[in-house]
Every structure is written in structure tokens, then in C-alpha cells.
T-cell receptor, first 113, second 112 residues
Framework: AQSVTQLGSHVSVSEGALVLLRCNYS??????LFWYVQYPNQGLQLLLK??????LVKGINGFEAEFKKSETSFHLTKPSAHMSDAAEYFC???????????FGSGTRLSIRP | DAGITQSPRYKITETGRQVTLMCHQT?????MFWYRQDLGHGLRLIYY???????DKGEVPDGYVVSRSKTENFPLTLESATRSQTSVYFC???????????FGPGTRLLVL
């Protein structure tokens, strides 16, 4: 079955430290991949999207993600965490044969002062 | 310039009552979606619609009904609410099935 896995339901980093949020998908067929962010009491908004044009995708707020086919991964990174990055992050996968996005269970990112 | 809106933002109801959650988008997007968000489950698709008068089931459709008589509206009805339907409900829309989805602010529903 097609699925997406986010490792770690909660990640805590210090302000200024590297942020790494992990995402793995289940199929060897390169899909469309997304990272969304959800701030408290708000809906989700798109951070970045992979559509096979380039393996390294840059998004908003300094985030980027690298598509690695051999590892079926699409991890999200940011070199230096800011307090405003505290939120819930969702990885999502859309297979070209389907019309529905599958969301991961989310990773809550906390930033320590 | 409203984008996608949901109403009500908060709703408390009782078991067995009918509840309708509204979703309205101003972009004329073809696709619209309803998700529920619960701790530990992420977002789960309830129903989606590819165009007016075309709807299809998602992962968790039981107990829900949708309609789409107009492109801009996609109401979700709980015909007889149950406590297990207490959740946060998000509506989303997109230009196409493989395009970015834009989310509304959500509706928090509590079923007593």
C-alpha cells in the first residue's frame, strides 16, 4: 500500500541549530512530494513541493528538502532554527496514478531558546 | 480575496444531531477536499470532489455526506453525529489533482 512515514512525532532543537525532519515514502516510483506546515490553530500551508524538476527543492522561510530516490526519502532541513519555526510539519505524497494526497502523521517541531 | 473559508470555526453538538460544515473557495478551483485531523493520525481524507456534481470517497467516509452543486461550495454533513467524530475538520482546494492544495482555517467540532 502506498504510504508516507515521518520518523519522530516530536523534534526539539535549540535556536540556531540545524533542523532535520525525516520523511520516507513507500514506492519506488517517484511521486510528487510536499512538505506542509501548520501553525497553532491554523490550516496547513505549503512549504515546498517536489515535482521531479530538481532533487533539491527550496521552500519558504529558509527550508529545503532533498529527494533521494535510492532511499525513498524527502527529508526537510533548515540550517538555523528560529523560534518562529515552532509548528507541526507534515510530509505528503501524491502518486501520479492517484488523485489523492497521502499525509504523514506529522512532526511537531519545538525550538529551545 | 478571501481564498478558502470554513464555517463555523467552532461547533458543539450532541450525539445524534445532524451537523453541516461549510466550505467556500473563491478561486474556482476544480478540486475540493475534506480532511479530519486527530492526534496520532495526521490528516485523513474523508471525501473529495473533482468538479461540481462529482464526488468520491476518501479514507474515512463512513458517517459523512457531501454534495457539490456549485464549484465554490463543498459542504460536509454529519447525518447523525457520534462522539468519534469529534475532531478538527479541514477543507482544501486545488486547481488539479496533482497540484498544491490550499487549506481553510479548520472547524473544531465537539460531539457530546
Amino acid at each position: 500500500a502506498q504510504s508516507v512515514t515521518q520518523l519522530g512525532s516530536h523534534v526539539s532543537v535549540s535556536e540556531g541549530a540545524l533542523v532535520l525532519l525525516r520523511c520516507n515514502y513507500s514506492s519506488s516510483v517517484p511521486p510528487y512530494l510536499f512538505w506542509y506546515v501548520q501553525y497553532p490553530n491554523q490550516g496547513l500551508q505549503l512549504l515546498l513541493k517536489y515535482t521531479s524538476a530538481a532533487t533539491l527543492v527550496k521552500g519558504i522561510n529558509g527550508f529545503e528538502a532533498e529527494f533521494k530516490k535510492s532511499e525513498t526519502s524527502f527529508h526537510l532541513t533548515k540550517p538555523s532554527a528560529h523560534m518562529s519555526d515552532a509548528a507541526e510539519y507534515f510530509c505528503a505524497v501524491l502518486y501520479s496514478s492517484a488523485s489523492k494526497i497521502i499525509f504523514g502523521s506529522g512532526t511537531r517541531l519545538s525550538i529551545r531558546p | 480575496d478571501a481564498g478558502i473559508t470554513q464555517s463555523p470555526r467552532y461547533k458543539i453538538t450532541e450525539t445524534g444531531r445532524q451537523v453541516t460544515l461549510m466550505c467556500h473557495q473563491t478561486w474556482s478551483h476544480s478540486y475540493m477536499f475534506w480532511y479530519r485531523q486527530d492526534l496520532g493520525h495526521g490528516l485523513r481524507l474523508i471525501y473529495y470532489s473533482a468538479a461540481a456534481d462529482i464526488t468520491d470517497k476518501g479514507e474515512v467516509p463512513d458517517g459523512y455526506v457531501v454534495s457539490r452543486s456549485k464549484t465554490e461550495n463543498f459542504p460536509l454533513t454529519l447525518e447523525s453525529a457520534t462522539r468519534s467524530q469529534t475532531s478538527v475538520y479541514f477543507c482544501a482546494s486545488s486547481v488539479g489533482s496533482q497540484e498544491t492544495q490550499y487549506f481553510g482555517p479548520g472547524t473544531r467540532l465537539l460531539v457530546l
